[in-house]
DNA sequence: GCAATGCGTAAGCCTAGGCTAACGTGTCTC
DNA sequence: GAGACACGTTAGCCTAGGCTTACGCATTGC
């Protein structure tokens, strides 16, 4: 039963992230939110159990339907850490290159 | 070579997200890098790999050193991107959290 | 030249974790 | 009751990817 770690590697995984995304405009059960995967129902209901662990999510029992939500503490305590990640020396090097061209030649490796 | 995927999940493991805010305060070498971790030098080596694929962190020749810093570019992307998955109505979300009491019982699942 | 240093790379191991198929469980309808 | 839904859960598969050990390759000092 381990299930990720901390909030911030539970919302990085992209189908967890799109979940999110799609929670975020409101309540969705869990067929609706499969639709919209190619992956199969179960799967998004394990990535719904992730994201109920990490507190970013919750369900509310309706008949037969379990309609999904965002818990906004949980999303603005993701905020946090990732604000936290963002700590200043992070930001003087985005302010320092705002302040350059913004559009560089990009050097990656070979 | 597959390496990762996209900026954000090479940013979010936990080793390479030390990495960047240790970069963040200035150029290191690998050694220097490695020490701080429990992990071996070539574990260092190839997590540096993935963060100069990403674009985040790039690398300079010095004799046998090799001084790596962070991309000021990359990292703006970087925050482009999370800006780009923090949209509106995560924001909205937010807003509303934080209008409520902010320290409320919280939920999880059993 | 030769040894030591600082690093990247390759091979291979091993676990995390995402996935499917199958099943179990509550709920609604008839 | 019987069947159909909507869902969670389990078992097990399979790959991604983080790790170490071993090695190769420049560079520097002697």
């Given at each position: 039963?381990?299930?990720?770690a901390?909030?911030?590697?539970?919302?990085?995984?992209?189908?967890?992230?799109?979940?999110?995304q799609?929670?975020?405009?409101?309540?969705?059960?869990?067929?609706?939110?499969a639709?919209?995967?190619?992956?199969?129902?179960?799967?998004?209901?394990?990535?719904?159990?992730?994201?109920?662990?990490?507190?970013?999510?919750?369900?509310?029992?309706?008949?037969?339907?379990?309609?999904?939500?965002?818990v906004?503490?949980?999303?603005?305590?993701?905020r946090?850490?990732?604000?936290?990640?963002?700590?200043?020396e992070?930001?003087?090097?985005?302010?320092d290159?705002?302040?350059?061209?913004?559009?560089?030649?990009?050097?990656?490796?070979?």
């Amino acid at each position: 039963m381990s299930r990720v770690a901390d909030a911030l590697s539970a919302a990085a995984e992209p189908t967890r992230r799109r979940l999110l995304q799609l929670l975020a405009t409101g309540p969705r059960t869990v067929s609706e939110l499969a639709e919209q995967f190619t992956v199969t129902r179960p799967a998004i209901s394990q990535h719904l159990a992730v994201l109920t662990d990490a507190g970013l999510v919750t369900a509310r029992k309706d008949g037969r339907q379990r309609f999904y939500s965002v818990v906004p503490a949980g999303i603005t305590q993701l905020r946090a850490e990732i604000d936290r990640f963002w700590s200043t020396e992070l930001d003087l090097l985005v302010d320092d290159a705002t302040k350059r061209a913004t559009t560089q030649p990009e050097e990656h490796r070979s």
